[in-house]
């Protein structure tokens, strides 16, 4: 696919000698620009979501210390996940130390209160600029009630 403009493309193919070339379709170029544009044309989206994504984390924090659970918040940007541990999560093996039963029922009783989080414990949740500060409020006071329902 060299030297084939990038909107050119329809998928994945193998070249000969193994090696995968990808091809991007317009529709994905088209998508792309578009997002460029709006990111452009919104200064502070990034700033918004840092503020936002770590209420979020600070609240968890101070949630789960006040209903004496262990508990861990890992995140990075506008990534964020919460685990039933009182040990640091850094890997895999010690995120399956987490107490994932109690995620499963935080999960649900999330649910249950109109919050949709990551199903799995070994997922993360993704903010976006649509997340705002009454959102994140909500999403607090649902954990709040879900905590105090787990014991």
Do not use: W
Not at 18 to 40: D, H, S
Not at 77 to 96: H, N, Q, R, Y
Not at 114 to 125: R, T
């Amino acid at each position: 696919m060299a030297n084939v403009p990038a909107g050119a493309g329809d998928g994945a193919r193998e070249r000969g000698d193994g090696t995968l070339a990808v091809g991007v379709g317009e529709a994905a170029v088209a998508a792309g620009l578009q997002m460029v544009k709006l990111l452009r044309d919104q200064p502070g989206v990034y700033q918004h979501l840092e503020v936002v994504t770590a209420t979020l984390e600070q609240g968890l924090v101070s949630l789960c210390r006040e209903a004496g659970v262990a508990a861990q918040v890992n995140r990075v940007g506008s990534m964020i996940t919460l685990f039933f541990t009182g040990e640091p999560v850094t890997d895999f093996a010690s995120a399956k130390r987490s107490d994932t039963a109690r995620f499963k029922r935080f999960f649900h009783g999330m649910l249950q209160r109109g919050v949709y989080l990551p199903p799995s414990q070994f997922e993360a949740a993704f903010l976006c600029s649509e997340h705002s500060h009454d959102l994140i409020d909500q999403t607090l006071s649902a954990a709040r009630a879900t905590l105090a329902e787990l014991g």
